[in-house]
Nanobody, 124 residues
């Protein structure tokens, strides 16, 4: 069973950047669709981005397009999420998750394996 380790979160000023990384034991991430999700206090978990297994096609929620970039590092078997031009509304716990479904999805119910999350706080 996959067990994730997420890293890279922290406190950053508005307009700043972070690089979140997702690594796993118990399996190879390249065999899965990998999604990044976030959850702010009092809000529903939101799908942010997904990268599809095989062809690495990428998908983003509208609010992060042009600011966030998801990518795989196959040598390290990690999936990174580069987050740029951060806004206060990006503050949340960010989770990576893995899915064996055929299609990449931003719906959390389509994912079988979840990490513990890494906190991103955008504040001046």
């Amino acid at each position: 069973q996959l067990q994730f380790v997420e890293s890279g979160g922290g406190l950053v000023q508005p307009g700043g950047s972070l690089r979140l990384s997702c690594a796993a034991s118990g399996g190879a991430l390249r065999a899965y669709n990998i999604g990044w999700f976030r959850q702010a206090p009092g809000k529903e978990r939101e799908g942010v981005s997904c990268i599809r297994r095989g062809d690495d096609a990428t998908y983003y929620v509208e609010s992060v397009k042009g600011r966030f970039t998801i990518s795989r590092d196959n040598a390290k078997d990690t999936v990174d999420l580069e987050v740029n031009s951060l806004k206060s509304e990006d503050t949340a716990v960010y989770f990576c998750a893995a899915s064996t479904r055929r299609l990449c999805s931003l719906r959390h119910e389509n994912y079988e394996y979840w990490g513990q999350g890494t906190q991103v706080t955008v504040s001046s």
